[in-house]
């Protein structure tokens, strides 16, 4: 599996960006999928997954309310709406996929995911 991941730039802060991963495989119905980010000087950190058969999904508490994950199952993309953006939300962003595991369960298996996309940078200016 191969995970593109698309859409970062430079916003200000309230702003509004759409993050889009393009997968190569085929993801099962018990497959999750995700989004993490790294800010500089910091370690990797969970923001949102989604389930890709049941469409769950699961936020950490920094994003809640303000970014939202979705899926195209047809296109097998996968999206980030980031809304109400802040300074904090500067980080490269990064896609992964999880098989056999929720969306919730993928949000504490960082050291676990089965397949990572390249990043993309998304900086938010104060």
């Known amino acids: 599996v191969q995970l593109q991941a698309s859409g970062g730039g430079l916003v200000q802060a309230g702003g509004s960006l759409r993050l889009s991963c393009v997968a190569s495989g085929r993801a099962f119905s018990s497959t999750s999928r995700g989004w993490f980010r790294q800010a500089p000087g910091k370690e990797r950190e969970f923001v949102a997954a989604v389930n890709w058969g049941g469409g769950r999904t699961y936020y950490a508490d920094s994003v809640k309310g303000r970014f939202t994950i979705s899926r195209d199952s047809a296109k097998n993309t996968m999206y980030l709406q980031m809304n109400s953006l802040k300074p904090e939300d500067t980080a490269v962003y990064y896609c992964?996929?999880?098989?056999?595991?929720?969306?919730?369960?993928?949000?504490?298996?960082?050291?676990?995911?089965?397949?990572w996309g390249q990043g993309t940078l998304v900086t938010v200016s104060s």
């Open positions: 992964g996929e999880k098989r056999g595991h929720s969306a919730q369960a993928m949000s504490m298996m960082l050291k676990h995911i089965d397949y």
